[in-house]
């Protein structure tokens, strides 16, 4: 199938980690024109780059969390390509270590909240500003299923991630379409989301390296294994395609091997004389 995005301009947040390179690496082979994101890797986002082939692509350099950074990228994008097609708002963090709530700090919830929504806000505004003008436009943010299913240890980030995939995800969809509306020619502007699981990347390789994580994270999946990359790229590309996904919008898509929740206790933990 053809998913008509030769020459769209693709604006990827985050493109220098594991799912964002990928996705990088996906429009490219659809011809895309990408604008390449970094919060401060640019050695990383190059190489990226340059590893991307004939593909029309640069580099933006900057902190999404700070306003004025943040026009400032999609400023250089227009200035580059005179358009923005697609937002991939792919980029966020958040803290590795399994911290309860109890214990959190206000600085980890706020760094936390900057980081994923924050980010996203912003992201999305300059990006809305720019569909205001061109009349069309869609965007596809990258949230988790610690936001659908919550995560123990990760209040910060399953709150955050939880906020893009539903209340944002669902009311920009009925707003985008106010500033690119549908014509006989054009389906009308779209935002949806995609909520990855656990996927094979540098920054979980650690934890996927342990066999008893593996069978905790997998044991709620109808497909018991864990997320490459491409998975998550393949359903961003398809959903940013106005051809392949032209009806679709303020959908949240859940790419996690058909999973239901978390394993919440291991069956040693558990007393099956008072259960």
């Given at each position: 199938m053809n998913a008509e995005l030769d020459g769209k301009v693709i604006f990827i947040t985050g493109a220098s980690g594991g799912i964002g390179a990928e996705i990088a690496r996906k429009f490219a082979g659809e011809g895309a024109k990408l604008v390449l994101h970094?919060?401060?890797n640019r050695t990383k986002a190059e190489t990226l780059r340059r590893a991307l082939g004939g593909a029309e692509s640069f580099v933006v350099e900057g902190?999404?969390?700070?306003?004025?950074?943040?026009?400032?990228?999609?400023?250089?994008?227009?200035r580059r390509f005179g358009r923005v097609d697609t937002l991939v708002a792919n980029a966020g963090s958040w803290e590795s270590r399994d911290v309860p709530l109890h214990e959190m700090t206000l600085k980890q919830w706020r760094?936390?909240?900057?980081?994923?929504?924050?980010?996203?806000?912003?992201?999305l505004r300059s990006f809305l500003r720019v569909v205001t003008r061109q009349k069309r436009g869609n965007a596809v943010l990258v949230a988790s299923t610690a936001g659908v299913f919550g995560e123990a240890g990760h209040a910060d980030y399953a709150s955050a991630k939880s906020a893009m995939a539903f209340g944002l995800?669902?009311?920009?969809?009925?707003e985008i379409t106010r500033i690119a509306p549908h014509t006989?020619?054009?389906?009308?502007?779209?935002?949806?989301?995609?909520?990855?699981?656990?996927?094979?990347?540098?920054?979980?390789?650690?934890?996927?390296?342990?066999?008893?994580?593996?069978?905790?994270?997998?044991?709620?999946?109808?497909?018991?294994?864990?997320?490459?990359?491409?998975?998550i790229a393949n359903a961003v590309v398809f959903l940013s395609s106005d051809a392949l996904a032209r009806h679709i919008t303020g959908q949240t898509m859940v790419v996690a091997g058909g999973m239901e929740g978390r394993l919440l206790w291991h069956p040693e933990e558990i007393d099956p004389r008072i259960a």
């Amino acid at each position: 199938m053809n998913a008509e995005l030769d020459g769209k301009v693709i604006f990827i947040t985050g493109a220098s980690g594991g799912i964002g390179a990928e996705i990088a690496r996906k429009f490219a082979g659809e011809g895309a024109k990408l604008v390449l994101h970094c919060r401060k890797n640019r050695t990383k986002a190059e190489t990226l780059r340059r590893a991307l082939g004939g593909a029309e692509s640069f580099v933006v350099e900057g902190d999404l969390t700070k306003e004025a950074q943040a026009g400032r990228l999609f400023a250089a994008a227009i200035r580059r390509f005179g358009r923005v097609d697609t937002l991939v708002a792919n980029a966020g963090s958040w803290e590795s270590r399994d911290v309860p709530l109890h214990e959190m700090t206000l600085k980890q919830w706020r760094a936390t909240f900057d980081a994923v929504l924050t980010s996203a806000f912003l992201s999305l505004r300059s990006f809305l500003r720019v569909v205001t003008r061109q009349k069309r436009g869609n965007a596809v943010l990258v949230a988790s299923t610690a936001g659908v299913f919550g995560e123990a240890g990760h209040a910060d980030y399953a709150s955050a991630k939880s906020a893009m995939a539903f209340g944002l995800t669902r009311t920009l969809k009925n707003e985008i379409t106010r500033i690119a509306p549908h014509t006989a020619g054009y389906c009308g502007g779209r935002i949806n989301c995609v909520c990855p699981g656990w996927t094979v990347v540098p920054r979980t390789a650690g934890k996927l390296a342990a066999a008893a994580v593996v069978r905790k994270v997998t044991a709620t999946m109808a497909l018991p294994q864990i997320a490459r990359p491409g998975d998550i790229a393949n359903a961003v590309v398809f959903l940013s395609s106005d051809a392949l996904a032209r009806h679709i919008t303020g959908q949240t898509m859940v790419v996690a091997g058909g999973m239901e929740g978390r394993l919440l206790w291991h069956p040693e933990e558990i007393d099956p004389r008072i259960a």
